[in-house]
Structures are given as C-alpha cells and as structure tokens.
C-alpha cells in the first residue's frame, strides 16, 4: 500500500529539547516536503526536496532543518523547539515536481512544546 | 502572490442536503486545482483535481469545475452522508521548483443524521 509515514504522531515536549519527526514514503518518490497547518492559517510549506540531497527552505522554515540523505526519508528536525512551534506538521511526496502529479499526505504528527 | 480564499466555516448540514463550498483562486498562468479532505484524526487525502480550464473532477460524489473565466473552483455534491463530515481544503499549484501547493484555511463541514 502507497503510504507516508510519520512518527511521532503525537508528542509533547518542552522548550530547547531537541527532536526529530521522520517522515518515510514507500513510493520511490522523488519530491518530500514538510508542511505545518495551524488554526485559520491553513497549511504552509516549511522546507522541500527534489531529490536526495537537494533540499531547500519553503514560506516558514525558520526554526527547522531537514535532511535527505535517502530517496525514502525526510525527517524535521527541531533544533530548540519554541512554543510557537506548537502545530500539526504534515510531510507529503510526490514522484516528481510534474503539474497533475499527485501529492500524498501522511497522518500528521501533533507537536506541542511547553 | 498565490493565494486561495474559500468560505468560512463551519458549515452545518442534514444527511441528503446539498453541498457547496466556495472556492477562488488568485494565480499566475494557469494553475492546477486541487480539493483535499482531512476526516477527523487523519492526513490529508486528495479528494479531486482538474489541471486546466473547464476540467471538471470528480470523486467520491463530490464534484468541482475549473473556472477560469471567475477564477473559482467550487465544491459540490448532490446528498452529503454523515460520513462527509470532514475539513474541505481548496489548494492550487502554479508552477515552480518547489512544488508547492497554495491551500485555503479550509472549512469544516458537519453533516448531521
């Protein structure tokens, strides 16, 4: 089954405590991304990648780092995480950055920073 | 810049009522069009799409036309179920390396029995 996977799908952590939300895609995609959807902002794009190791910043990556070293895998990394960080973040892919190509979602993973 | 604008919710309807949700669009060129749905605790899951002028998807009983003439891409379906219950997000993609998709606020939509 085509998936994306996210992990953790639930986390509440406190403030400057590094973490790493991975995200995994089964499709042999080329294209990841990372998006956060918070209350009356809809979803916004935080960093994507067209391939491996090649990676670059969307509309809100501040605060983020993200890695591509595997076609299958693109983690978000939160250095020191701020309560402003407090979202639900989003990662999707696509088999490449072609108009009409389908973008898959996972589940979402809830982050709450204290 | 891009951007959607879709009507605010929430959005309360009786089972085998019918649905619209508004939806334009502000973009350069010609954009792909896209509805998705996020059913409560789950991702996003596309719902339709149409990738140029007068396309219409469809899906699920859910229908939208591409207008280009009024920029719009309405949600519509003829007799919403319970199960329809869900936020509707209108999203667009105009090009671009990044690939990224431009997504209304969204609207949640409550189907009662």
């Known amino acids: 089954e085509a998936q994306v996977t996210q992990n953790p799908r639930y986390l509440i952590t406190v403030t400057g405590k590094k973490l790493t939300v991975t995200c995994s895609q089964n499709?042999?995609?080329?294209?990841m991304s990372w998006y956060r959807q918070d209350p009356g902002l809809g979803l916004r794009q935080i960093y994507y990648?067209?391939?491996?190791?090649?990676?670059d910043k969307g509309d809100v990556p501040e605060g983020y780092k993200v890695s591509r070293k595997e076609k299958r895998n693109f983690p978000l990394i939160l250095e020191s995480p701020s309560p402003n960080q407090t979202s639900l973040y989003f990662c999707?892919?696509?088999?490449?950055?072609?108009?009409?190509?389908?973008?898959?979602f996972g589940e979402g993973s809830w982050l709450t920073v204290v | 810049g891009n951007s959607v604008t879709q009507m605010e919710g929430p959005v309360t309807l009786s089972e085998e009522a019918f649905l619209t949700i508004n939806c334009t669009y502000t973009?350069?060129?010609?954009?792909?069009l896209f509805w998705y749905v996020q059913y409560p605790g789950e991702g996003l899951q596309l719902l339709l799409k149409?990738?140029?002028?007068?396309d219409k998807g469809s899906n699920k009983g859910f229908e939208a036309t591409y207008r280009k003439e009024t920029t719009s891409f309405h949600l519509e379906k003829g007799s919403v179920q319970v199960s329809d219950s869900a936020v509707y997000f209108c999203?667009?993609?105009?090009?671009?390396?990044?690939?990224?998709?431009?997504f209304g606020k969204g609207t949640l939509l409550t189907v009662n029995p």
């Open positions: 999707a892919s696509s088999l490449t950055v072609t108009s009409g190509n389908t973008i898959y």
């Open positions: 499709m042999n995609h080329e294209y």
């Open positions: 990648s067209m391939n491996v190791e090649v990676t």
């Open positions: 973009a350069t060129g010609y954009p792909s």
């Open positions: 149409a990738t140029k002028a007068d």
């Open positions: 999203a667009l993609y105009s090009g671009g390396s990044n690939y990224k998709l431009t």
